[in-house]
């Protein structure tokens, strides 16, 4: 028997989760009849400020100041926020069973949550090295929650002047190498692509980025640079770690280490009671996944791409965690809700850059204009603008990347690719 049912009940307490609370309260519900059911100590936040203000700023951004709903423009939803809505926030609570069909939550402290309709917002977990030797030494760190970024943080400071090892290219590597750059430290950026950020960037745009870090004293181990192990003191902390390429070994030093290869999606809990697709819960245009009365929104979702005649994906993003949160909720009081037409977006910010891309960076790759101090990219299949860039773009050009990624103009790449002229190129 379930100790509470809950009309609505949110599972995971991240970007998504605070966005469908908005959603709901903006609804008007009943004391009560809403429940947020989150592992973490802390209500919804902005996850992005993790590893930009969190790491750097001086003083650094701390909660309560990034609590969702701030990123998207909306109230700031610490948990008295949630208290004066009637939606009961339980954090430190990790769910460790479901059953579907009983429509029956469990926690890791024995306590069971009932619901009438379920959305899972459980986000990923970052990829853990745990098979590789060495991997429990003190000074390895990853970066997901808030109380991953406090210990990272002091970490930082602790370490400043010193040399800091970086496993990973993506967003993570990026991210935190500039922070640790910022702060004092030495960052090592090691990972095995041809250039930084491969699953969006091509080689010219990706050399781009590196030059501009290493002129901020970044050092990149690239082009097959594998981490292999890592190596420890007798006292169990980390020296350093073992790298690899072709069949060449060194060890990078370092008694501080971030990894970030990777998120995976956090769904054990639901693999064999509903439908699965691309590592996430496949939902249809309104998330709702193969049982009756579950949705899936943010990370976890594999969703049908409207725009692109309903291909399937998955989004790791938040602007896509805060809109399908908001769709779900429209979908479940509103019948006619149109299926979700999400635009592909993405963006980051490291140093003095930040970047922004709208669509898809299939097709030919087409670079205008240097790193300074703008530069845009525009990919070309079929002849039509499919996917396009801009470094330091301005409000307008945001509104033109939409506009393009959008609609996808027929463009002459030939006559696009002679010019110099990021601006000229936007509006070519
Ligand atoms: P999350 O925000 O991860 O929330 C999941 C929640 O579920 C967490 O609170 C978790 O503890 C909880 N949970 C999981 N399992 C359980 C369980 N069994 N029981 C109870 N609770 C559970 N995206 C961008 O577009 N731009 C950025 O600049 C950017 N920066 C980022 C920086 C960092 C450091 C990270 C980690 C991510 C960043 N992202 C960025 C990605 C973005 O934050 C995610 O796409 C977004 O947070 C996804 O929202 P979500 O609600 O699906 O998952
Ligand atoms: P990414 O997938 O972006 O990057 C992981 C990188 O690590 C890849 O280049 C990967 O290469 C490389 N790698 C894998 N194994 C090794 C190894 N043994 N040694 C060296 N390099 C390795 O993931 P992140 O960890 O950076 O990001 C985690 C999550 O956080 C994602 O969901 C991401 O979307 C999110 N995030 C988003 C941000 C943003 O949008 N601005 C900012 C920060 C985080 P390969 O591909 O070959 O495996």
Not at 258 to 274: H, K, M, S, T
Request: proline share 4%; glycine share 10%; aromatic share 10%.
């Amino acid at each position: 028997m379930a100790s509470k049912v809950y009309k609505y009940l949110i599972l995971g307490g991240g970007n998504a989760a605070g966005y469908a609370a908005r959603a709901l309260a903006a609804r008007g519900l009943g004391k009560s009849e809403v429940a947020i059911v989150s592992k973490e100590a802390v209500a919804p936040y902005e996850r992005p400020a993790l590893s930009k203000a969190f790491l750097f700023a001086d003083p650094p951004a701390r909660l309560p100041g990034f609590h969702t709903c701030v990123g998207g423009g909306g109230d700031r939803q610490g948990p008295e926020w949630y208290a004066e809505n009637g939606i009961d926030l339980i954090l430190n609570e990790e769910i460790v069973a479901a059953d579907l069909a009983a429509k029956k939550l469990s926690s890791k402290v024995g306590t069971e949550f009932g619901f009438d309709k379920l959305i899972i917002a459980t986000g990923c977990s970052p990829i853990v090295l745990n098979k590789l030797q060495g991997a429990d030494l003190k000074g390895i760190h990853y970066l997901r929650e808030n109380a991953d970024a406090l210990e990272l943080y002091e970490a930082l400071q602790a370490h400043k002047g010193e040399e800091v090892l970086i496993v990973g290219g993506g967003y993570i590597g990026m991210e935190v190498g500039a922070a640790a750059s910022i702060v004092g430290c030495k960052p090592k950026l090691v990972f095995p692509e041809e250039h930084v950020m491969p699953r969006l960037f091509f080689q010219e745009m990706g050399e781009k980025y590196e030059e501009f870090y290493m002129e901020k004293g970044v050092q990149l181990f690239n082009h097959g640079y594998l981490c292999d192990a890592f190596v420890g003191d007798e006292n169990g902390n980390l020296t350093g770690i073992k790298v690899c390429k072709d069949d060449k070994k060194e060890t990078l030093t370092g008694k501080l280490c971030i990894v970030g290869v990777g998120a995976r999606p956090n769904v054990q809990l639901f693999r064999d009671q509903v439908e699965m697709e691309m590592g996430g819960i496949k939902v249809d245009g309104k998330f709702e996944s193969s049982v009756k009365d579950v949705y899936a929104i943010g990370d976890i979702a594999t969703f049908p791409l409207k725009m692109y005649d309903g291909k399937l994906t998955r989004m790791e993003h938040v602007a896509h965690a805060r809109q399908s949160a908001a769709h779900v909720v429209d979908a479940l009081f509103n019948s006619t809700t149109p299926d979700y037409d999400y635009l592909p977006y993405f963006y980051s910010r490291v140093f003095s850059l930040s970047w922004q891309f709208f669509g898809e960076n299939a097709g030919e790759p087409i670079l205008v204009g240097d790193m300074k101090p703008k530069m845009s990219a525009f990919w070309i299949k079929d002849g039509q603008v499919n996917g396009v860039f801009t470094e330091a773009p301005s409000t307008e050009d945001t509104e033109i990347m939409r506009a393009i990624a959008l609609k996808r103009p027929s463009v002459d790449a030939a006559k696009l690719s002679t010019l110099t002229d990021p601006d000229e190129a936007l509006k070519f």
